[in-house]
């Protein structure tokens, strides 16, 4: 019997056939791979680039540090908008209907873009104000303040790529956004090479090279960061709209005016995701406000620990991915135990994964915080951060991939309350204890957080046990 293709499996959902265990670990394997591929890429391309900003020395990269979490909001709640639409579109073509998914494309297009222009006139309202608000000291709150505008006007671009991306993992096509966000790191890192750093000379087989560069240091940063999302914006809206078999709009006509019922689905699934992006980061940025008063050493040690950590938990977010597709269709389909199964299969590929990564991330700390600066106070506190963290990440996985099956399944509301019950409730009031009051620093802060992501995994799993996020409609 020949193997089957990715194509094949998918349709096998649609039409409602049998799966065999093996058909549906191949299938999840084909999604997850190139997912956890690019996302392990991406985040070297960070890694590379904080590094860069890490040879600036501890108040540059503070800087960029103070506002991070803050950037992780506006994206967040910007991911959370387009996270409506693209659900519909993955049960739509589940259900074998993809006029109507390319209808919900065309709809979403017009509501992202005005979206993302007013999230980014706001970010721009506020960049000047921001990091005196996150108690940033005078040394660095002017390279944030522009860091952080800069990053605004590049929102509208990152919205749209958000869309785009979703749109086509939603249609069962991993690939291609995955090899653009990987480009996307690749063209961050070449432009910040020349924007960040002053011209200098290289030699090369004896031969003298001189490479020009503009010396901007953190606003080269931000530059490098806008431009790549630009361009990665433009390759993944021309590849949704022209290319992809699903969704390509050029063959058909159609109204891009939002309707009533189409924003309302599309609310109703993103305004928990948004509510909870706010509040958790506004809890991150509670964090880093408990952090900014350690000094700069912790804060940048804080930040590039994150960046470091995000080797690990990455390829989560890649099974994540996957997960959500084939949920996505497996609702739209109606086929509740095909749901139920590929759930399983995600969630533990998910946990082994990490849990792997985890052990690696242990070895290899010091290692890893010694690329990104040569500051040995952001060496030391960042390896013991790491070490923390590493006995977490098990369950930080099951939390993940569970959270993309239940986006999948359009289920976000009692998700997203779990997330802010967690990060509040458990996060933020140990962090604060173990800080001021133990006054444990920096290791208080990554203990709290070690000691909650256990938390929220084991209660993500404790509600993927029940089938109360599985709400199956049956096909018209």
Same mark, same amino acid.
Request: a positive charge; glycine letters at 8%.
């Given at each position: 019997m020949a193997t089957l293709g990715k194509d094949a499996l998918l349709a096998m959902i649609r039409d409602g056939k049998a799966m065999t265990?093996? %058909? &549906? @670990?191949? @299938?999840?394997?084909?999604?997850?791979?190139?997912?956890?591929?690019?996302?392990l890429t991406s985040i070297l391309m960070q890694y590379i680039d904080a590094s860069m900003v890490g040879r600036l020395g501890a108040d540059d990269s503070a800087s960029i540090g103070l506002v991070s979490t803050t950037i992780w909001l506006f994206a967040g709640v910007c991911n959370a908008a387009t996270t409506g639409f693209s659900v519909q579109v993955a049960h739509l073509i589940g259900a074998? +209907?993809?006029? &109507?998914? +390319?209808?919900?494309?065309r709809q979403s297009m017009i509501t992202i873009l005005i979206f993302g222009l007013a999230v980014g006139l706001a970010g721009c309202l506020i960049s000047p104000f921001l990091p005196t608000w996150l108690?940033?000291?005078?040394?660095?709150t002017g390279k944030a303040s522009t860091y952080f505008l800069i990053f605004s006007l590049a929102i509208p671009f990152l919205t749209l790529d958000f869309?785009? /991306?979703?749109?086509? +993992?939603?249609?069962?096509? !991993?690939?291609?956004?995955?090899? @653009?966000?990987?480009?996307?790191? #690749?063209?961050?890192?070449? $432009?910040? $090479?020349f924007l960040i750093f002053p011209a200098h000379n290289l030699q090369v087989m004896g031969i003298d090279f001189t490479l020009p560069g503009a010396n901007l240091g953190v606003t080269g940063a931000a530059l490098g960061t806008f431009l790549a999302e630009m361009i990665t914006c433009f390759a993944m809206v021309y590849y949704m709209c022209f290319k992809s078999k699903e969704l390509r709009l050029n063959h058909e006509h159609g109204s891009f005016n939002p309707r009533g019922q189409c924003l309302r689905k599309a609310f109703k699934i993103s305004?928990?995701?948004?509510? %909870?992006?706010? #509040? =958790?980061?506004?809890?991150q940025i509670t964090i880093t406000a408990?952090?900014?008063?350690?000094?700069? *050493?912790?804060?940048?040690?804080?930040? $590039?620990?994150?960046?470091? &950590? /995000?080797?690990?938990?990455?390829?989560?977010?890649? !099974?994540?991915?996957?997960?959500?597709?084939?949920?996505?269709?497996?609702i739209g389909a109606a086929r509740r135990d095909?749901?139920?199964? $590929?759930?399983? !299969?995600?969630? #533990?590929?998910?946990?082994?994964? =990490?849990? *792997?990564?985890? #052990?690696? =991330?242990? !070895?290899?700390?010091?290692?890893?915080?010694?690329?990104? /600066?040569?500051?040995p106070g952001i060496i030391e506190q960042g390896t013991a951060a790491l070490r923390i963290e590493a006995w977490a990440e098990p369950m930080f996985a099951a939390a993940i991939v569970s959270y993309g099956i239940f986006v999948g399944a359009g289920d976000t509301l009692i998700p997203c309350a779990m997330n802010v019950v967690s990060m509040w409730g458990v996060r933020i009031t140990l962090s604060a204890l173990f800080v001021l009051h133990y006054h444990m620093g920096l290791t208080g802060v990554w203990t709290a957080m070690c000691i909650e992501l256990i938390f929220r995994g084991s209660i993500y799993l404790w509600r993927l046990k029940s089938d109360r996020w599985i709400k199956i409609k049956h096909k018209a």
């Open positions: 265990l093996k %058909q &549906e @670990l191949r @299938l999840t394997a084909l999604l997850s791979i190139p997912a956890i591929l690019a996302q074998g +209907r993809p006029a &109507e998914a +390319r209808s919900v494309l108690k940033g000291n005078d040394h660095i869309l785009a /991306s979703g749109m086509l +993992r939603s249609s069962g096509n !991993i690939k291609v956004p995955s090899m @653009l966000n990987v480009m996307m790191g #690749v063209l961050d890192v070449i $432009f910040n $090479f305004l928990p995701m948004g509510l %909870q992006h706010i #509040v =958790m980061c506004s809890a408990i952090v900014a008063p350690l000094g700069s *050493i912790a804060l940048a040690a804080n930040t $590039f620990a994150i960046t470091a &950590e /995000s080797l690990c938990y990455m390829p989560g977010y890649g !099974i994540a991915d996957a997960a959500t597709t084939l949920v996505g269709q497996s095909l749901t139920r199964r $590929f759930a399983n !299969i995600t969630v #533990v590929m998910g946990m082994t994964v =990490m849990g *792997i990564m985890g #052990v690696l =991330m242990w !070895i290899g700390a010091p290692v890893m915080m010694s690329i990104m /600066s040569p500051v």
